[in-house]
């Protein structure tokens, strides 16, 4: 079966439903690097005013798993096993920009970490370290 990397070079974004839902774009991913995109829109907001916090997480956690498909190996399949997030400034309009780097991939675990960021002037929004267990082969 193709895998998700070649699905998403093929037919684009859509094949994430999330990707679709929350109209996220795909900037760029390879070599263990990925960059999204995407505009904060009024109903993502919490009752406070500010976009939900799980968004972040949702977004950073995103790239980082595309992230890390571009370097599994034929029949490999990753589950994440802890993400923790800082929160360092809210937003509540523009778009934001989550980017995911592996720090290690090994046989059994692979850690990578996630950053998003303001795409208006880049200013850091939330960092995001994560673990996955890397199944399969």
């Not at 929350?22 to 900037?27: C, F, G, R, Y």
């Not at 009024?42 to 916090?53: D, R």
């Not at 400034?89 to 960021?117: C, L, Q, S, Y």
């Amino acid at each position: 079966s193709m895998g998700y990397i070649e699905r998403l070079k093929e037919v684009g974004r859509d094949v994430n439903p999330f990707f679709k839902m929350m109209d996220i774009e795909i900037e760029g991913f390879g070599d263990g690097h990925a960059s999204l995109s995407m505009k904060v829109r009024p109903e993502m907001l919490n009752g406070a005013g500010w976009l939900q916090g799980g968004v972040y997480v949702a977004l950073a956690d995103e790239a980082v798993a595309l992230a890390l498909y571009t370097l599994l190996e034929e029949g490999e399949r990753i589950a994440t096993i802890d993400e923790h997030t800082c929160f360092i400034k809210g937003v509540n309009t523009g778009t934001i920009v989550a980017t995911g780097d592996v720090i290690r991939k090994g046989r059994r675990v692979a850690f990578a970490d996630g950053e998003v960021t303001s795409g208006e002037d880049g200013t850091l929004l939330s960092r995001t370290s994560t673990s996955y267990a890397v199944i399969g082969r």
